[in-house]
């Protein structure tokens, strides 16, 4: 049910890339249980214009490394379960991709249930009831 | 009020493409009753390697026609007019641009009233007070 | 804590591009109190068959021009300050960027503190507890 969208730089390798895609799915379904085939994500490479970040904001150092993750999920976590998400995902790109914990921005939108559906034209998440609207 | 990103394999015609934005379109009319105009969409056409999806979870056999599509809109739609919103979509896919059911995923995320301002500095859908912040 | 995503039809100059995603964020440091250093905004520049918007929904005349303004933040602002965002955006891009009232859509996805991480794994603005999940 995450649906996650990476937003980087261009200039990063095709290798690079995966590896940040595969540490953050490893962080979701570490973190937040996702199942591992639940894995939906689009990735971003932007120009430095089209990606505007501050260098310093809350005093980290970000560089043209930043990788911004965008996740959509069901609000059904807590807040320790944000929290290591977060630490995980950053502990995933540093090991695996290179990416310093400073360059990793994340930020969650959280829906509900029955705001899902995977294919077949079906709410995948609620009781399906075959009443039309 | 619903603002729509669908994002596709590059590779659709024009034709193809603009059938499954006036399908997912259709289906909010008939399903959230959106206004007719009251349309707005996003296309993004993406590589393969920037588009990452699970060939079957949930037991649902995707391929590369895979349509995400991405829908805020208005909280005050219940658990039935969501079921009907993917329903609508996916006949309308199948029947107008030749998607399979099995390649239509969509996802919402929820706003309310004083979330959207359509034009001249206004929140559209709230009483107009003159009151500054 | 607020990200911007700005998307705009191709052909705007990069001098207008920067005066457009500077007074969005001046007005969410006016009327959102966000910190000036808090700034991260994407600029998708599209073409016209990936951004189709309606031309007088809400009987408001939109051009080729349009600038659709999505802005994911707190929420802990309350109407006032959504309708003061809408205006003040409208009020920087209309004297700074030479775009009409009418061309400014602005749509808002609000979340919660714990939401957001700005680097190094932590949840930004809540205490930060080493418990793991």
Redesign the interface.
Same mark, same amino acid.
């Given at each position: 049910m995450p649906?996650t969208r990476i937003?980087i730089l261009k200039g990063k390798s095709?290798d690079q *890339?995966?590896a940040i =895609?595969d540490g953050v799915h490893h962080a979701l379904v570490? =973190?937040f249980k996702a199942?591992l085939? #639940? @894995?939906? $994500? !689009? !990735?971003? $490479? @932007?120009t430095a214009? %089209? +990606? *505007?970040?501050?260098k #310093?904001? +809350?005093g980290?150092e @970000?560089t043209d490394d930043l990788v911004?993750v965008?996740i %959509?999920a069901g609000r059904w976590r807590d %807040? =320790? $379960?944000? $929290?290591? +998400?977060? @630490? !995980? *995902?950053?502990?995933r790109l540093s090991v695996d991709a290179q990416v310093r914990?400073? #360059?990793?921005?994340?930020?969650? %939108? +959280?829906? &509900?249930k &029955? &705001?899902? /559906?995977?294919?077949?034209? !079906?709410?995948?998440y609620?009781p399906? &009831?075959a /009443?039309? /609207?």
């Open positions: 649906f937003s095709p *890339i995966r =895609a570490e =973190a199942p085939k #639940d @894995r939906f $994500q !689009i !990735i971003e $490479q @932007r214009e %089209t +990606l *505007i970040y501050d #310093d904001y +809350l980290i @970000r911004v965008h %959509t %807040t =320790a $379960q944000k $929290q290591a +998400l977060y @630490r !995980i *995902i950053c502990e914990p400073e #360059d990793v921005l994340v930020y969650l %939108t +959280l829906n &509900d &029955d &705001d899902w /559906s995977f294919g077949n034209g !079906i709410a995948s609620v399906n &009831d /009443s039309p /609207s």
